[in-house]
């Protein structure tokens, strides 16, 4: 798949996938981070095209996912257009934000 193919497929099909579910998977907010042709340092090979942030109420919600079948059917839907523009398992940070300039 090109750069450009991926781009497409992130951020409008698997973009609405993610506001489909939202709810169900229980996301407040979903963050996709671009990369710019300038980010590339002069390569053509880069380990990641960008980064998205998913933002939920609590760990508890967090913990809650694929609990109940509907939210199976979500985790599942997601995971699997995640298969057909990515190709392999993409690696999750959990943390917190802390703010040092929020302006």
Request: hydrophobic content about 35%; overall charge neutral.
């Amino acid at each position: 798949m090109t750069f450009e193919d991926f781009m497409t497929h992130w951020s409008e099909v698997h973009a609405k996938l993610i506001q489909k579910n939202a709810r169900e998977l229980g996301i407040v907010k979903y963050i996709q981070i671009h990369r710019t042709s300038s980010s590339t340092g002069g390569s053509t090979r880069q380990r990641y095209d960008g980064i998205a942030e998913v933002w939920y109420e609590s760990e508890d919600h967090f913990r809650a996912l694929g609990k109940s079948d509907s939210g199976r059917v979500a985790v599942q839907s997601v995971v699997e257009d995640q298969r057909k523009f990515i190709g392999r398992e993409t690696p999750l940070f959990k943390g917190y934000e802390s703010a040092i300039i929020n302006g």
